[in-house]
């Protein structure tokens, strides 16, 4: 399995699109969850989603946080 490794000044597209279609996906849903201003905090199947995609991508959750 290849690592994505991104660069400070990568655009974050670039990044996401070199993921799995499935991880592009759980990105897009992290997005819509996050503009959400009705979100309910009791959406644990998501928050499931993004701890599992968190622990598979932390080296680009990393580069994110810069």
Avoid: G, H
Avoid at 5 to 29: D, F, G, H, W
Avoid at 51 to 56: K, T, W, Y
Wanted: charged fraction near 35%; avoid cysteine.
């Amino acid at each position: 399995m290849r690592t994505t490794m991104a660069t400070p000044t990568e655009p974050l597209t670039e990044v996401v699109s070199r993921l799995s279609p499935e991880k592009q996906a759980a990105v897009r849903k992290f997005i819509e969850f996050i503009e959400d201003p009705e979100r309910k905090s009791e959406d644990t199947s998501f928050l499931r989603a993004v701890d599992e995609f968190m622990a598979e991508n932390s080296e680009l959750m990393r580069l994110l946080a810069r």
